[in-house]
């Protein structure tokens, strides 16, 4: 049976940087292994879109923040009769020791990467359309015609410097992911809409729709309410909200 397709809605700022971050690194892992310029390109395109995301200020101790935040919530879990210890255990040692590894960084996340001429280069000529052709960066060109291991080892030097990073960031959308399950929900002529828990940590909606499903989900929400419209895509100029009833799979991830 195949997999369901999963629409996720950040509920705020800091969970919406993670997913785009979360996006980025799996750009970049898919792309750096390959043996071929092309991708080789959108790898370094995606380490040098990370380092922009992590030049903001905030984003070290706010992860640093975060982290704190779920172990402490996680620890009031532990005199829970249901609750498996061992997992709980392993998941505040794995926050202690992601905390400790993005505390340890001198400086802002990513600073090695900005301040790479190289690196920098790239970023300043590819903002441009079409501003990555050789004439524009030579040192590019020689760059993608080296033999792909040394490629590889240059890409792997780049990504340790954020690789804290992005154990921090899969740690803990992993945790929002999980903080709850999916429940069966009806949405009414293509629309559904929820009031939000007073006061809950409301982190991010996910819907699920089948594989197969010629529908997908608009999420819009905020701080007390969420709605979701179910999109009919057989029209992919003009999508119209679809008129029918339908089930989905809703979890409301809140930690």
């Given at each position: 049976?195949s997999?369901p397709i ?11 940087t993670?997913l ?7 750009q ?23 380092s ?9 101790s ?10 402490l ?9 249901d ?21 340890t ?17 790239v970023?300043q ?5 079409g ?9 590019l060109?020689?760059?993608?015609a080296?033999p ?12 340790n ?6 154990e ?11 903080s ?14 929820q ?7 409301v ?5 699920g729709?089948?594989?197969d ?14 709605s979701i ?17 339908l ?6 991830c809140i930690?």
């Amino acid at each position: 049976m195949s997999q369901p397709i999963i629409f996720e809605q950040p509920l705020n700022e800091k969970c919406r940087t993670l997913l785009r971050l979360s996006h980025l690194f799996e750009q970049l892992d898919f792309h750096a292994p390959e043996d071929n310029s092309w991708h080789a390109r959108a790898a370094v395109r995606a380490l040098l879109d990370i380092s922009v995301i992590l030049a903001r200020a905030d984003i070290k101790s706010e992860l640093i923040k975060e982290m704190d935040r779920y172990h402490l919530s996680l620890s009031r879990m532990a005199d829970l009769p249901d609750v498996d210890h061992d997992r709980l255990q392993q998941i505040l040692r794995n926050l202690e020791q992601s905390q400790l590894s993005v505390r340890t960084i001198k400086g802002q996340l990513g600073a090695a990467l900005r301040s790479s001429d190289f690196l920098n280069s790239v970023l300043q000529r590819t903002a441009i359309p079409g501003g990555g052709f050789d004439f524009d960066l030579p040192q590019l060109h020689y760059w993608l015609a080296l033999p792909h291991r040394e490629r590889l080892q240059q890409l792997d030097g780049w990504r340790n410097e954020v690789s804290a990073v992005h154990e921090a960031v899969e740690l803990l959308l992993g945790l929002i992911r999980h903080s709850t399950t999916f429940g069966p929900c009806q949405a009414s002529a293509g629309f559904y809409s929820q009031s939000l828990p007073s006061g809950a940590s409301v982190q991010m909606i996910r819907v699920g729709l089948p594989a197969d499903s010629p529908l997908y989900a608009e999420i819009s929400g905020g701080k007390h309410r969420f709605s979701i419209r179910f999109m009919d895509s057989s029209d992919w100029e003009r999508p119209l909200q679809t008129a029918r009833n339908l089930s989905f799979d809703l979890n409301v991830c809140i930690i």
